[in-house]
């Protein structure tokens, strides 16, 4: 694939998952498939799960590495020590093949571009899985390993699921199938029972500053308050700091600082940034962080006290003002749920952006306490 051809394995402006070096924070899934891999119990289908962006990707393509660079041991007296990483050095041959993308032992699955109208389906449809079985059978001349990685299983659409149901029926003999899966509950249940599951959790804050420093891209904020908004996810981080979703949160919190009521030039003008044109993915992310931080000011009336790490400066005292008990935070935990369903309908049915920001704006400043 060409770097220009669209990639929905790839955060724009971050690299490639293959390209990343190092994965943070999951040493315990790590362990767990070098456990299985020196017992000589090497499952044929692997299930990593967990949250978007906590690395899922970079896991399966160091896995996809180290089986196409470590040879098999054969227990014999010369046999090399059983391998306590995955790691696998940047100039062997095999990374350097799945660097370029000329790895014939390897094959990646995504949504693919529809022929007839030139645009990413919204869906791994049933010709992405059934090409497996041309790539099968074009490696196995060679009698080595084979790698699949689906990038993410949860985009399959019914056929497709059926198709690689199939091939986990009568798997193909020496293949590895890696697949990604945020919400393994949607997958068919005999496509979860034929895999063996490595879960991957978020980062503390400590750890995600480890990463994002370590990403290659030059982020901007703070690590703390990125984990924060992230969940603990370093891609939802590296999106937001690409973004400027730091930045937009803190005008949100600036915004219902004067609540009950708001300052309406503010508000317009943040209406206007989410109308302009070419701003979609901008108005995605305004919404995702009202929700947040909904849910934020409904945690801290049912806890009784605000985050313990502020996203914004003077977020922890204005969640105490706007939500001082359990029933304010179920108010706000109920308008989080209204909001979010009008925001989905709105940019579905390609509603005014702006009139649907400050519609927003104009929700939670009826829901403030007076």
Avoid at 41 to 53: I, N
Avoid at 162 to 191: C, D
Wanted: charged share 20%; proline share 7%; with cysteine.
């Amino acid at each position: 694939m060409s770097d220009d051809a669209p990639q929905p394995d790839r955060l724009d402006g971050a690299q490639h998952p293959r390209d990343t070096p190092r994965l943070i924070g999951q040493g315990m899934a790590e362990a767990a498939f070098l456990d299985a891999f020196n017992a000589g119990k090497l499952h044929h289908a692997w299930l990593l799960t967990g949250p978007r962006g906590v690395g899922k990707a970079t896991l399966a393509w160091r896995i996809a590495k180290f089986l196409l660079a470590t040879p098999e041991n054969d227990g014999g007296m010369f046999a090399a020590p059983a391998p306590d990483t995955l790691d696998i050095a940047p100039d062997h041959p095999v990374a350097r093949r799945i660097a370029s993308g000329g790895e014939g032992a390897l094959k990646s699955v995504t949504r693919s571009v529809n022929p007839d109208t030139k645009r990413m389906r919204k869906q791994i449809v049933v010709d992405d899985i059934r090409a497996l079985n041309g790539f099968f059978q074009m490696s196995s001349a060679d009698g080595g390993r084979r790698v699949v990685i689906i990038d993410d299983a949860d985009e399959m659409n019914p056929n497709a699921a059926n198709a690689l149901l199939k091939m986990l029926e009568e798997p193909p003999a020496r293949a590895t199938l890696l697949l990604l899966s945020h919400q393994p509950s949607s997958l068919l249940p005999t496509i979860r029972s034929r895999c063996r599951t490595l879960r991957l959790h978020p980062l503390p804050p400590d750890l995600m500053a480890e990463a994002l420093g370590a990403s290659g891209v030059a982020f901007d904020g703070n690590p703390a308050a990125l984990a924060a908004l992230s969940g603990g996810s370093v891609g939802g981080a590296l999106r937001l700091s690409l973004m400027g979703g730091l930045q937009i949160y803190a005008e949100l919190i600036g915004l219902m600082s004067g609540l009950p009521r708001m300052d309406r030039a503010r508000t317009l003008k943040l209406a206007e940034a989410a109308a302009q044109r070419g701003a979609e993915e901008k108005l995605i992310l305004l919404f995702t962080l009202i929700d947040l931080l909904l849910s934020r000011l409904a945690r801290t009336g049912a806890t009784g006290s605000p985050p313990e790490i502020e996203a914004a400066e003077g977020e922890a005292a204005l969640m105490t003002r706007l939500s001082p008990d359990a029933a304010q935070g179920r108010s706000w935990a109920a308008l989080a749920q209204e909001v979010s369903v009008r925001a989905q309908h709105g940019m579905a049915v390609n509603l005014d952006p702006a009139a649907l920001v400050l519609d927003t704006l104009q929700k939670i400043g009826n829901c403030a306490p007076r």
